[in-house]
């Protein structure tokens, strides 16, 4: 069945280092793919999105990288802030009705 | 900045109890979706509406749910007889159009016991 899974579900990372956060996907038909962060006691914040005809989008600090061939998402964060310290979701959508999620990654920023 | 709110913030509900969900989506949002995260897991889907019905639904949306606009600007999940695996936070979220991301809210933690 479909699944959006990550790689590695803890990341330390020194405050003011690039992050990248990785994430698998498992259904090459999914045509959409966004990244949420998660704070603690709130719900998915909408970070950046990509469609399935483009491999790289940018936005403020932070890129995402598609790559289709190995179904392969990934977030870069530049300049990591103590404020980027969250859970972080990669999640895809199926038929544009639901999104299917990720397990997420803990993203800590050490001072 | 819009938002979508819900309320309560946290519910407890004895097992057996109806309880009810609030949601105000984003005023010009046309697609409306519950989801569920449980403790520690990752956020599942459990159902999607638009156009004054439900679009799609997850396998845990079972009879005991049910999902309601009951004027322009409330979304509601009911759960009808609440089991003790209820206990969850549950997301309200939405979004303007078709390939637009959604948008969530804070969520209610339900605790069932």
């Known amino acids: 069945g479909e699944s959006v899974g990550l790689h590695l579900p803890t990341l330390s990372v020194q405050e003011g280092d690039n992050s990248i956060i990785n994430c698998a996907y498992s259904n090459s038909a999914s045509d959409y793919f966004i990244w949420y962060k998660q704070e603690s006691g709130k719900g998915p914040q909408f970070i950046i999105d990509i469609r399935s005809n483009m491999d790289k989008r940018q936005g403020q600090r932070v890129t995402v990288l598609l790559n289709k061939t190995v179904k392969h998402l990934s977030l870069q964060i530049a300049a990591t802030q103590p404020g980027d310290s969250a859970v972080y979701f990669c999640a895809e959508t199926l038929n544009d009705y639901k999104l299917s999620f990720g397990a997420g990654t803990t993203v800590t920023v050490r001072a | 900045e819009p938002e979508v709110t819900q309320t309560p913030s946290h519910q407890v509900t004895q097992m057996g109890q109806e309880v009810i969900l609030r949601c105000v989506p984003i005023s010009n949002h046309l697609y409306f979706y519950w989801y569920r995260q449980i403790l520690g897991q990752k956020v599942e889907f459990l159902v999607s509406f638009y156009n004054n019905e439900i679009s799609e639904k997850s396998e845990i949306f079972d009879d005991q749910f049910s999902v309601e606009r009951p004027d322009g600007s409330n979304f509601t999940l009911k759960i009808r007889s609440t089991k003790l695996e209820d206990s969850a936070m549950y997301f309200c979220?939405?979004?303007?159009?078709?390939?637009?991301?959604?948008?969530f809210g804070d969520g209610t933690r339900l605790s069932i016991l």
């Open positions: 979220a939405s979004k303007p159009g078709f390939n637009q991301p959604q948008h």
